[in-house]
């Protein structure tokens, strides 16, 4: 199973066996499956949303989130979304989240739109940043989606991510669970949603005139399906769910003190690793985790690292901020070690010397190809204490081995089936150098993948 890759002890949720997985790469196909997974459903719809562009669409023609929520309502489905909801976010990018403003209650009024929403604040200008999707929950057939994809029309797109005409394009990840974490899942929806902090106000529920009544929680978790071990892991701040929620049910497993279950199940893997460590992630941001990369590489750990070529919007900012110079010091420095490649993506133009990045938006780790991660929660100090975060971590050879191949697959054009992950991460950092060059002399490049200076990222 893993068994050198530690569980956390200390999250709400224990590690499980008994689950189905299935890592779902790139928007186009999560979205296909889970659009799949709502056509099959029987009882029940739930959906966690952070960002949402108003130009997305889900493929195949199934239209805006509001339009595949309002036929799984008409066909009698149980249809809850809880939104995030921030007044300086909405002030400064009105169109970045569903904020429940006056124009948009309009909107679903409109639409004759009937299911049921809430209203969540997140504590100070945190986010509550989870990506899930939750079908027929506590009935046969449950499934669980957890990831990080927004809903944003860049990230609607097929593995390999072909040109574009906006000339963008995100990678992302999410991953299916059936089984018991599943239920987990469902636990972790009903208390945000018994807990949603706008849940009181006037503007913080739809419909306005609906009982849109409190959830029970699950009292059990689901039989098991498969043979893959999960374990599902958060970021809760203290401030949110102080034991408020009303009946009925009590809460099995209350936030009192805060949960930080992401940020100790990444440092304790780190720490473990002994072959290769395999990261994918839009913002590192974690002093620890850069620390822990020189510990692992100092051991013989071969490592790859795959940021967006162009960093967001926060780590290039702080690259500007003389507080956290010995931070980019630090992570500058990996690039001494032999064994560290950091690694951007790009899709050859329509011309030579024509690049189209990719933009990495995925957040996931591979350790030693026995487990792997896969969530909303970036590698940086905002993820692992202040946004609420939701991450499935899994053990599990076969499936994580698979999940190696297909992102590298995409990455490098090559299959690494046959190759073990040592062999893996060095055919990786092999055709990202030689890419580098290509990229430099204007050639197309082999694959996406094409490695990035260390010394020099953000700078």
Partial sequence: MGEHIPFVESGSYPIREGNRVRPLVDGEPAFRRICQSIDSAQHSVWVTVAFIDPTFRLPDGQGSLFDVLDRAHARGLDVRVLFWRCAPLHKMSPDAHFFGDAPQLEMLRSRGSCFLARWDRAAKL????????????????????VGGINLNPNSVVP???????TGKSTHDVYVEIEGPSASDVHHNFVQRWNGASD?????????????NGDLTFPDRAAPPVGEVAVQIQRTVRREQYRGDTPAPGADPFPIVEGEYGVRAQYLSALAAARRTIYVEDQALGSPEFVEGLHDALGRGVEVVLLLPVDPNEDMAAARTDPRTAPFWERLHALGDHERFTLVGIARNGNKPGDYQNAYVHAKIA??????????????????FYGDTELNASFWHRPTVTELRRDLLLEHLGQDTAELDDIHA???YARIARENAERRNRGEPLEGLAFALDPRAYAT
């Fill in 126 to 145: 945190y986010c509550h940043h989870q990506k899930s999707w939750l079908i027929d929950a506590g009935n046969p057939g449950e499934v669980a989606f």
């Fill in 425 to 427: 991460l060095r055919l």
């Fill in 159 to 165: 593995p390999g991510h072909p040109l574009t005409d």
């Fill in 366 to 383: 591979v350790i030693d190809d026995v487990w792997a991660t896969i969530g909303s929660a970036n590698i940086a100090n905002r993820s």
């Fill in 199 to 211: 849940r009181h106000q006037p503007d913080g529920l739809w419909p306005e005139t609906s009982n």
